[in-house]
């Protein structure tokens, strides 16, 4: 009951409120977000982490501004819309892992500041010192490709040389960038990465390459045939 009022509380006041279901301690975290958009890449990619890691739900994010709308599961719960964190144990570093069906309007500025203000405060709580957003950039021929944007030229650099193309045509819109340029004003490090799609509808192919290119970089080995035996749903 104390935590259905402090949401209500929070919603009347109108401001973002972060549930916590379980502590953990990460050693040496990486924040990784999967959010929708273009062909929905960055939450298809997020889906694939958390379900290759088993990773575990220990927070969510409730805000007022996210749709007028909720979501129903297969076995007909309802559930507001909301932002889920996930940990996932690596050997080297812990993965936090932010995912959702939803973003705030993208007429709304002041609210996609205020969510990832929020989003990297709680990152920066859990001790996170880099960052790595997910999404989709449209393309209008079938190419695949995944490109990099980053808080400086030494990290662009380095994952031009993994594989990524530099990203220079100038805009990466809602949280997927927002996130990225709020973290270098917070002096956090952290690269965008963005998989080529038509965008006409949830692209899985897109997902699971930047999920790939992701995994290349941690230094995890991807078997052949992965992609078909993991649901993103």
């Known amino acids: 009951m104390c935590k259905m009022f402090n949401l209500l509380q929070a919603v009347l006041m109108d401001k973002p409120y972060l549930r916590i279901l379980s502590k953990q301690s990460l050693e040496n975290p990486i924040f990784v977000q999967g959010l929708p958009g273009f062909g929905n890449v960055g939450r298809i990619a997020a889906h ?6 088993d990773a575990k739900p220990f927070a969510e994010l409730y805000s007022p501004t996210f749709p007028d709308y909720i979501s129903i599961t297969p076995k007909g719960v309802a559930y507001l819309p909301k932002y889920d964190f996930y940990y996932a144990p690596l050997e080297k570093n812990n993965l936090v892992i932010m995912s959702g ?35 989709g950039v449209p393309i209008t021929e079938d190419k695949t490709e995944i490109f990099v944007a980053a808080t400086n030229n030494r990290l662009a650099t380095d994952f031009m040389e993994k594989g990524a193309a530099i990203y220079s045509k100038g805009k990466i819109v809602g ?19 963005l998989g080529t799609t038509l965008g006409f509808k949830a692209d899985r192919e ?26 993103t749903e």
Do not use: W
């Open 48 to 53: 694939f982490l958390v379900k290759f890691f």
């Open 101 to 135: 069906e939803i973003q705030p309007s993208f007429d709304d500025v002041l609210a996609h500041y205020a969510i990832c203000e929020e989003v990297l405060d709680f990152a920066e709580s859990l001790t996170c010192k880099f960052v790595v957003t997910m999404g």
């Open 175 to 193: 949280g997927t960038g927002l996130t990225l340029a709020l973290a270098k004003e917070r002096n956090i490090d952290g690269v965008c990465l």
């Open 206 to 231: 897109a997902g699971f390459l930047v999920f790939k290119f992701l995994m290349k970089v941690l230094g995890e080995e991807i078997k052949e045939g992965l992609k078909d035996d993991i649901p």
